[in-house]
C-alpha cells in the first residue's frame, strides 16, 4: 500500500463485488483488510523505525531493548490470518504462460524469472468470469499492496498459489506479510522506503510508542485496529521530522513503552482471535514462499508480561537463505522440501515463550555489551568511548573475568 495508490479504489472494488464474491474473499481471510479506509503515509515514522531494526534479530533495538511486531500485531491491527498452512509451494523459473492463462493479459517479458502485469491492464480489464476477475483482484492485491514492489507493476510469484481459488483461505497469509515486512526493513540501508502494507508499521508504532504522538485515535472500537487511527499531519520537511523522531525515541521514557497494548481490549467484533490465539506468544519460523525468516518472539518477552533473562542472540548462519541478488532462482525450486525443517517448525507453531527470569538485569548487560551505543541515533546522545571502555572493564572483573587488565 503505497501513498500514490488509493487504497479507497480498493475499498470500492471490494464493495462492488457481489455478495457470492465477498463471502470468499471472507472465507479467505481478506475481507477485513479490505474494509480499511485510507490512511496517510508517514514515511518519516517508517524511515526513524526502519533505521533501527536488525536484520540478525530480525527485531528493532531501542535504547530499553529489542521490539518486535509479531503475529498478535498483524492479527489484531490488519485482520490477516494467521494460522494455517505456510505459504508455501514451488517457484519456477518462468512464469510468463501461467499468468497468460490464468489471468488472460499480456505480460511483460523483460525478465526470464518473475513476470510483471501491469497495474493498469489489471485494472482496465474486468473479466467476464467471476473467478477470473476475483483472481485478477487478488493478484493486484498480494502482488501490488501487501506485499507491494517498485515501480507500476505487479509480481506473480503468488499467481499459482491462487490458481485453485478454493484453497487461497487455507494459507497463513498474515505469517507471510510479517515475513516480507522483516524483508523489507532488512533491504539495502540505501534504500529508506518499506514496502508493504505501511499502516501496520505505523499503527504498531502508535500503540507501543504513544509519546511519539504520531497518531491520533479518532474511531473507537473498529476492527481491525488500523481502522482506529489516523496519522497525525506534519508541515516539518522530512529530514527534520526524521531528525525529532530520533531524538524523541533515544530520551524516550522508558516506562510509557507499551509492552502489552492489548491487554485490556476485549474480543468483540473478532471472532477470528479464537483460532489465533495458539499462534501468540510463539518464537516461529515465517514462510513466503522463497522468504523463510525468523521471529524471535523470545527476544522481547516483556511484550507478553515475562521478565527478560540472559539470552543467545541470533546468527543467521544458522538458517542460510538465499540472498537478495537470487530471489527468482533459475531452478524449479520445492520450498517445502527446500526449508522442510521450518515448515515443520511452523505446523508445531514453534516455541512457546517463557522466562524464570526475575529481573531484566542479565538481559540489559547482554544487550548493552552486543549493542554499545549503536541504539542511539541523535546527535545528542553521542558515545563516550572513554567511558564505554570503562564500563566494560567493569563488568568484565565483576563477572569474574579478573586479572590483569587487558589491554583494549
Known amino acids: 500500500m503505497r501513498a500514490r495508490v488509493s487504497w479507497i479504489i480498493v475499498l470500492a472494488v471490494f464493495l462492488a463485488f457481489p455478495p457470492f464474491q465477498r463471502e470468499r474473499v471472507e472465507e479467505m481471510g481478506f475481507s477485513e483488510v479490505f474494509r480499511m479506509e485510507r490512511m496517510r503515509a508517514d514515511s518519516a515514522l517508517t524511515q526513524a523505525l526502519r533505521s533501527r531494526w536488525d536484520a540478525e534479530a530480525t527485531a528493532f533495538v531501542f535504547p530499553w531493548g529489542h521490539m518486535i511486531p ?4 498483524v492479527r489484531r ?15 519456477y523459473p518462468c512464469y510468463h504462460d501461467l499468468a497468460e492463462r490464468l489471468l488472460e493479459l499480456p505480460v511483460e517479458r523483460r525478465s526470464s524469472l518473475v513476470p510483471r502485469v501491469s497495474r493498469r491492464e489489471l485494472a482496465s480489464k474486468p473479466g467476464a468470469q467471476a473467478d477470473l476477475n476475483l483472481r485478477r483482484f487478488l493478484v493486484l492485491f498480494l502482488g501490488r499492496l501487501l506485499f507491494a514492489t517498485r515501480g507500476d507493476a505487479v509480481h506473480c510469484h503468488f499467481l499459482p498459489l491462487l490458481e485453485d481459488l478454493s484453497g487461497v483461505g487455507g494459507y497463513a497469509w498474515g505469517a507471510a506479510f510479517l515475513a516480507h515486512q ?45 481502522r482506529r487511527w489516523d496519522s497525525r499531519r506534519d508541515s516539518r520537511n522530512l529530514g527534520d521530522q526524521l531528525k525529532r523522531l530520533q531524538e524523541a525515541t533515544d530520551s524516550y521514557p522508558y516506562l510509557d513503552v507499551v509492552w502489552q497494548p492489548y491487554l485490556w481490549e476485549g474480543d468483540d467484533g473478532q471472532p477470528w482471535l479464537v483460532q489465533a490465539r495458539p499462534y501468540f506468544g510463539r518464537s516461529v519460523w515465517l514462510h513466503a514462499l522463497n522468504l523463510v525468516l525468523p521471529l524471535h518472539l523470545y527476544l522481547s518477552q516483556r511484550s507478553l508480561g515475562l521478565r527478560q533473562s540472559a539470552v543467545e542472540f541470533p546468527v543467521r ?28 517448525n511452523w505446523e508445531h507453531r514453534g516455541k512457546v515463550v517463557k522466562s524464570d527470569a526475575t529481573t531484566d538485569d542479565a538481559y540489559l548487560q547482554a544487550y548493552a555489551l552486543e549493542y554499545g551505543g549503536k541504539v542511539y541515533k541523535s546527535a545528542r546522545h553521542q558515545v563516550d568511548v572513554a567511558g564505554e ?20
Do not use: M
Open 70 to 73: 509479531s503475529l498478535e500485531d
Open 77 to 91: 491491527i490488519t485482520g490477516l490470518r494467521i494460522y494455517g498452512r505456510p505459504v508455501s509451494g514451488y517457484t
Open 182 to 226: 522483516f524483508d523489507s526493513l532488512g533491504a539495502s540501508e540505501r534504500q529508506t522506503s518499506t514496502s508493504g502494507f505501511f499502516p501496520f508499521l505505523q499503527v504498531w508504532a502508535y500503540l507501543r510508542l504513544p509519546a511519539l504522538g504520531r497518531g491520533d485515535l479518532t474511531r473507537l472500537g473498529l476492527v481491525p485496529i488500523a
Open 317 to 344: 548462519d544458522r538458517y542460510r537463505r538465499p540472498g537478495r541478488s537470487f530471489r527468482g532462482l533459475h531452478n524449479t525450486t520445492d520450498w517445502r522440501e527446500r526449508a522442510k525443517e521450518q515448515i515443520d
Open 389 to 408: 571502555v570503562a564500563s566494560l572493564r567493569a563488568l568484565l572483573y565483576s563477572v569474574g573475568v579478573g586479572g590483569r587488565p587487558r589491554s583494549w
